[in-house]
């Protein structure tokens, strides 16, 4: 599987942006996936994830009620929309995807493939 992540950018604390990975193999569907970010000199946090049948999703407490994961398994891609956006937001976002285990473990050792990485930077 190969993921290629885009969409990010220069917003300003309180717009949104919309990023996008898409995914290469014809086995996407069968899987869960998920968003974190890194930023600069920190760990890469888990942001959220998704199951593969897009019923279900899971969202790190600093995100929740702001951001929104969605998937498009007729055209393999994972979406993360996020609004409200603050300046703590700011890293570079990695989506990826996970072959097993539960949606609610936010390790970053617990998904198999990562894709590039997109930057997203909010201004104050």
């Known amino acids: 599987v190969q993921l290629q992540a885009s969409g990010g950018g220069l917003v300003q604390a309180g717009g949104s942006l919309r990023l996008s990975c898409a995914a290469s193999?014809?086995?996407?569907?069968?899987?869960?996936m998920g968003w974190f970010r890194q930023a600069p000199g920190k760990e890469r946090d888990f942001v959220a994830a998704?199951?593969?049948?897009?019923?279900?999703?899971y969202y790190a407490d600093s995100v929740k009620g702001r951001f929104t994961i969605s998937r498009d398994n007729a055209k393999n891609t994972v979406y993360l929309q996020m609004n409200s956006l603050k300046p703590e937001d700011t890293a570079v976002y990695y989506c990826?995807?996970?072959?097993?285990?539960?949606?609610?473990?936010?390790?970053?050792?617990?998904?198999?493939?990562w894709g590039q990485g997109t930057l997203v930077t909010v201004s104050s």
């Open positions: 990826a995807v996970r072959r097993y285990g539960s949606i609610y473990s936010v390790r970053t050792q617990a998904y198999d493939y």
């Open positions: 193999g014809r086995t996407f569907s069968s899987y869960d």
């Open positions: 998704i199951t593969w049948s897009g019923g279900t999703t």
